[in-house]
Nanobody, 121 residues
Framework: QVQLVESGGGLVQAGDSMRLSCAAS????????MGWFRQAPGKEREFVAA??????YYSDSVKDRFTISSNNAKNTVYLQMNSLKPEDTAVYYC????????????????WGQGTQVTVSS
């Protein structure tokens, strides 16, 4: 069992930066895929970024703007978001899964409660 708690969301202006954190407890997550997803009102939850076996990968919409990283000693994964756009506004969820290189919602087993990110124009 893995518990995930996100933090760091809030309201920013377009062009600003923000860092989200996800603290994991329970089983070690070093052998899992750790991912970030987001869900805007009226839309499906979508993949943002993930790290698996020290490889990171991103959706096309955030590539070159967002960076995922992890600190295994702290059991924490981060999402650094730069050059934020209004279309990045969503609830951001941290997720942990037992499959490698997972990019789909149903490949993840554990989810955090989500943190709201709002980007004003």
């Amino acid at each position: 069992q893995v518990q995930l708690v996100e933090s760091g969301g809030g309201l920013v202006q377009a062009g600003d930066s923000m860092r989200l954190s996800c603290a994991a407890s329970g089983r070690t997550f070093s052998s899992y895929s750790m991912g970030w997803f987001r869900q805007a009102p009226g839309k499906e939850r979508e993949f943002v970024a993930a790290v698996s076996w020290r490889n990171d990968y991103y959706s096309d919409s955030v590539k070159d703007r967002f960076t995922i990283s992890s600190n295994n000693a702290k059991n924490t994964v981060y999402l650094q978001m730069n050059s934020l756009k209004p279309e990045d506004t969503a609830v951001y969820y941290c997720a942990a899964g037992s499959r490698s290189y997972a990019t789909v919602v149903n490949e993840y087993d554990y989810w955090g409660q989500g943190t709201q990110v709002t980007v004003s124009s």
